[in-house]
């Protein structure tokens, strides 16, 4: 199918792990990418090819995919990465786009 | 380093068509990248991938606003654009244009991005 399924919010308190999934049936055969973003500001990409991570992105962030399912970790998570994330792949053609409803991650 | 300027009307009447050009700086519209991009954003809402435009002019759109949308290059200027027609308040959004990034291949993400305009469609 063409959709990818996010769960709305994620809350976890500083120092535990935050995990956010991806589903979709695009991601057995495509890539995702996962974008932060922050209020007011323009996505930024935390991973790409389903698990490197992007140019000055910290540590605590990593991905992984098993079958139709993609996600994000990050591994202590702290107060300033709390965002919106959005994950995205393309289609069985990989002509056409898709990002994920976006989950809100929640630090406190 | 790769720099992009959304730029266009930030308010457009119902049923007319919505204008917007990204204006690239810091490299080149023909090899900076593999494709370029739009994606909009309603407001409180998520992200929806518009369309991808390809220097040579090839277009993908997404099947929900595919009837209604033009993308285009203009290589001498240094730009591209999209044109969104009939209008409606569903359509007001943050829209961002992008490049691809972090390729592999035709499989790429979006970076870097623009920082958006918002318009809005009203009477």
């Known amino acids: 199918s063409y959709e990818l399924t996010q769960p709305p919010s994620v809350s976890v308190s500083p120092g535990q792990t935050a995990r956010i999934t991806c589903s979709g049936d695009?991601?057995?055969?495509?890539?995702a990418y996962w974008y932060q973003q922050k209020s007011g500001q323009a996505p930024v990409v935390v991973i790409y090819?389903?698990?490197k991570r992007a140019s000055g992105i910290p540590e605590r962030f990593s991905g992984s995919t098993s079958g139709a399912v993609a996600t994000l970790t990050i591994s202590g998570a702290q107060v300033e990465d709390e965002a919106d994330y959005y994950c995205q792949s393309a289609d069985s053609s990989g002509n056409l786009r898709v990002f994920g409803g976006g989950t809100k991650l929640t630090v406190l | 380093q790769l720099q992009l300027q959304e730029s266009g009307p930030r308010l457009v009447k119902p049923a007319e068509t919505l204008s917007l050009t990204c204006a690239i700086s810091g490299g080149s519209i023909r090899s900076s990248t593999l494709y370029w991009g739009w994606i909009r954003q309603p407001p409180g809402k998520g992200l929806e991938w518009i369309g991808t435009?390809?220097?040579?002019?090839?277009?993908y759109s997404s099947p929900s606003l595919k009837s209604r949308l033009t993308l285009s290059v203009d290589t001498p200027n240094n730009q591209f654009y999209m044109k969104l027609s009939s209008v409606t308040a569903a359509d007001t959004a943050m829209y961002y244009c992008?490049?691809?990034?972090?390729?592999?291949?035709?499989?790429?993400?979006?970076?870097?991005w623009g920082q958006g305009i918002l318009v809005t469609v009203s009477s």
């Open positions: 090819e389903d698990m």
């Open positions: 992008a490049g691809a990034g972090y390729c592999t291949g035709a499989s790429c993400g979006f970076d870097p």
């Open positions: 435009v390809y220097y040579s002019g090839g277009t």
């Open positions: 695009a991601l057995t055969k495509k890539y």
